[in-house]
Every structure is written in structure tokens, then in C-alpha cells.
């Protein structure tokens, strides 16, 4: 199943376009001018990434003609690895490390923006914070040395070693991307860092951006800590699920015991039917982060409604459908107790011009009550259904997901047996 990948910001320098594959490059390097690693090798401090880049049989890539920006972590930035983490690693991974440190082009410190998402050489995403002269890589890391002219390149000196994903957990993860500090402080604030960094989990996190907590700040502003940790369990799984694992109308447990409902159509993944996934697959050592467009909150009515329907009663006998609209809703209009067809993952009300004398319900293949305008229905609280009752009005609002999509059977007037008519439901077409 495809997911639609978007990327969240991309580097608006020109010279990166014309210089993202240095093996088409056709200009020599000059033999009397020293390279990036001639640069390192004569530099004491940066002897272990020199090591490095000869065992992995890199540095003869990084001698070639470029232009290369190499960020350089000193002998005081590897020794500061966990211990013993250096030397575990395979020539395969101690490569995937190296390659993250580099770009196929030439950028100077002063054509840096202010924040910007860039690609390295081993494809993954490097994300820059520059301020005057201070530059942070990835949020923990930050240039030493910067504009060291090479003949084929650029060397920036960092001190901290840069990562990628997939040797961080997903709380690391979330750090390095300047765009969900909002989201790790609510982490920090919650007191589930830890949880979260715990090796031997398997997490998935949907992870709304700085932009979408700035568009409930005042909501979250008023969140006991308690109410706040709820929120924050709600972006949780207890499972790795990459965007192959999911699909259209799945419903999955998050940590706080209530379900999400996935959504998936023309590639384009939302959670809730109302949160976009704007970038996947970001896979660590513990788990993965899909960013999310929008803070999913749980049992919240934020989310919009995809049909409408409009009953009747004809006395005390019948039902009739007076109109619809909206998506996946079939049914013949003023035909009495007609089927009424409906689609799994998709947000309904029901508007019952006759409540006062015909309170609406839905029933399972038992006669259970489910759902009824009463409030007596065994589903009322069921949270992925998210079932409100406007009462005065006659109105039931839900989200046929879940038990409730499983379950459902019919459509009833609690008082009267004759008033009764089928419910279908169906599976969206991808």
C-alpha cells in the first residue's frame, strides 16, 4: 500500500540542484591545492574520523572532484559516543554514519538558512538551524569550524556526532527535528521521555508538528498534566507500524486504551479523518514517527462529519429517508423503513425530525442496543465511535468504525417494533 510522502521543507539554494551528483561533475580536482581528506589528515583533532573514512574505504570517495560539504566531527565528539558503541558497529553501519555527514554539494555557512531540511549522502534528512554565526545540526550538534576550503569542497568541524534515524529511538528522533519541539516539550513536560526511550519497546508515534499545537495553543495552555498525558498517549502505539502495515479503515489502540481510525485514499494518509501524515517512515531503534498535520484529541468532536441523513416518521408504522448528502450514504428516498447503506471510517449524523415521540436507535443482529437518542446504548462510550447526542434537536452524530461498523445490524424506534429498516455497511473502495 503506497503512502504519499511529502517533504516537509526542501533547501532553496540554486547550486544544489546543479551539483546533487558529484560523479557527473567534470571538473578536476587542483593537484596543488589539499582536498577535504588531505585537510583532515593533516588536522590532529580529527584523526578518528580519518580512521573511520579509511576503514569504510571512504576517503578515496572524498579525495574525488566533488564539491562536497563534509561536517566533521572532532576525536572529542566520537569519544563521546556510548561507550563501546563505535567499535560494535558494522563497516556497513560505521559507512551509513560517515555518508550522513556529507552533502553532494558545496554550501558555506553564510547561504544557510534559517531552517532548512537537507539531503546527505546516505539519503537521509539533516535539519539545519542557523542563527548569525551559530549553526546547529539536528539539534544537539553545533559547527566549531566552519568554511574550511578544500579543493574539492567545504569542511565544517561540528562537535557532536550526527546520527540517523535509524540509530536513534523515537524520543531522539523527535529532537533532531527543529519542526516538533512543541512536541517533545509536551513529552519533556509529561514525564514520558523515558517510557519512550525504552529500548526493548516497539512504538509508533504520530507526531503533529510545532504549527499544529500553535493551532490549539490555547487549548493545550489550559491541560492539566494529567489531561496532557492523555493527549500525548493518544499519538502512541505499542507496535512498529510502517506505512505498508496500514490500511484504509483499520482502527488501531493507542497507548491511552482508545483507538485511532486510518484513512487512506489516493495515497494520501489521515488519522482521525482529520490529520494528515506529511512525512512517514521514520524509522529508529524503538519505533517509527509519522509526522501528522493536526494534535489528535481523544474523544474530542473536532472531527468533521462526511454525511448527513435526514429521517421521518410516517405515524407510528414506518421510518422514511427525507434526504442525505455527503459520502458513502445510500438509500431510496421516501421508500418506508428503506436500507440504509453506510460506509466504514466515515463520520455520520443523523437528524430525526420526529425525536420527540420516535428516539432513534441502532441496534446489532441480537436486537442489542448500540446507539440510541436515549443515551442507553451499549457502544454510547464507545470512544472511537465518539457518539453525541444532541438531544433538543434530535440529533445523533458518530463514526461508524470499530465494534460499531462490526456490529451494526439495524435502525429502530425504541417504542415502536414496526419502525425498523436495515443498516449495510461497507468497506471503502481504494
Known sequence: MRLYHYLLAMISLAFLVSACDSSSSTSAVDPDEPTIVDIAVADDNLSILVGALVDTNLDGALDGSGPFTVFAPTNDAFEALPEGLLASL??????????????????????????????????????????????????????????????????????????????????????????????????????????????????????PTNEAFAAIEDVVAGLSIEELTEVLLYHVVDARALSGDLQDGQTITTLGGQDLTVGIADGVVTINGSAVVTSADNDGTNGVIHVIDAVLIPGGEETAVDGTITINNVGASAWVVESFEGEGISAEIGVENTTITLQEGLRYEIINLGSGNHPFQFRDGSAEVLVAEAGNGSLQDYEPANVVVDEENGIITFTLTGNLADWVATYNCAPHASMEGDIVVTSAIL
Do not use: C, W
Not at 132 to 153: F, I, R, Y
Not at 177 to 203: K, N, Q
Open 90 to 207: 558494522t563497516t556497513e553501519q560505521l559507512s551509513e554514519i560517515l555518508t550522513y555527514h556529507v552533502l553532494e554539494a558545496e554550501v558555506g555557512s553564510g547561504a544557510l538558512q534559517p531552517e532548512q531540511i537537507v539531503a546527505t549522502l546516505n539519503g537521509d534528512d539533516l535539519f539545519i538551524q542557523a542563527e548569525g554565526m551559530n549553526v546547529t545540526l539536528n539539534g544537539n550538534s553545533s559547527v566549531t569550524t566552519a568554511d574550511v576550503l578544500a579543493a574539492n569542497g567545504v569542511i565544517h568541524v561540528i562537535d557532536t556526532v550526527l546520527l540517523p534515524d535509524a540509530f536513534g529511538n523515537v524520543v531522539e528522533n523527535a529532537q533532531k527535528r527543529y519542526f516538533l519541539s512543541a512536541l517533545v516539550d509536551a513529552v519533556v513536560t509529561a514525564d514520558l521521555a523515558g517510557a519512550l526511550s525504552d529500548p526493548d519497546a516497539e512504538f509508533t508515534v504520530f507526531a
